[in-house]
């Protein structure tokens, strides 16, 4: 079934880890006048809305978490839509900073496993997507999360393309071939590991990012949502 034209705009950028989703959807964003979300920022607020909360009988690990209390904790989890994108809220606070801090880095692989949260995060992407025309990335946004979505991208790249992107964002330095090798290595484990959750959609549109500047996949992808408007 094909999307409903009257319907806002949804352009889904999916792809295994380090294929630049994020911030090429950022960049789609900007061009289109429509406002980026970062899916993975959901699933990372539920984690912070968590660890709030602790777990004092259990010592508060995190791999004693149970779904329901999870999914009570995320009650508290809302979007708060600006120019560009959306800001994640805890209780009505932003919680940006708290979201990108190693507690939450550290836990938030166990939350995102869970089927009723990702149910959950899904329902929230949906109903933002109702109200607001959106470039959302994540790993199943093409495929479980908006199968009719006007345009979905799978973006792909090399592992070691990837990793050299890695570590020149966290180091602001080219790699040193041992440094590629263990980074790249990572990657495809990863891959691997992923690969239930970064399936492209049947009519995902492939864009091989390894030879190719940023500015240029950003370009062919607005040029693609340009013309399903």
């Not at 090429?24 to 912070?48: C, E, F, P």
């Not at 690969?195 to 864009?207: F, G, N, Y």
Request: include cysteine.
């Amino acid at each position: 079934m094909s999307a409903d034209r009257r319907s806002p705009l949804v352009v889904t950028i999916d792809g295994p880890a380090a294929s630049g989703k994020s911030s090429t959807a950022q960049m789609v964003a900007a061009q289109l006048g429509m406002r980026h979300l970062d899916s993975g920022m959901i699933y990372r607020s539920v984690t912070a809305a968590r660890l709030r909360r602790g777990d004092a009988p259990r010592g508060d690990a995190p791999e004693h978490w149970t779904e329901p209390s999870v999914l009570d904790a995320a009650a508290g989890v809302s979007l708060a839509p600006g120019a560009t994108s959306f800001s994640p809220q805890l209780d009505g606070v932003d919680c940006e900073t708290e979201i990108r801090g190693a507690a939450v880095t550290g836990t938030v692989s166990l939350v995102a496993k869970m089927p009723r949260v990702r149910a959950w995060v899904n329902a929230l992407v949906r109903a933002t997507a109702a109200a607001h025309e959106i470039v959302v990335d994540g790993r199943d946004m093409g495929t479980a999360v908006f199968p009719d979505a006007r345009l979905k991208v799978w973006l792909v790249a090399i592992p070691e393309e990837r990793a050299r992107r890695r570590i020149l964002q966290r180091t602001g330095r080219a790699p040193t071939p041992a440094e590629l090798e263990t980074e790249a290595a990572e990657l495809e484990r990863r891959d691997q590991y992923d690969r239930e959750q970064t399936q492209p959609a049947a009519d995902a549109v492939w864009i091989d990012t390894t030879g190719i500047t940023q500015e240029e996949q950003v370009g062919r992808i607005v040029g693609l949502a340009r013309e399903r408007r």
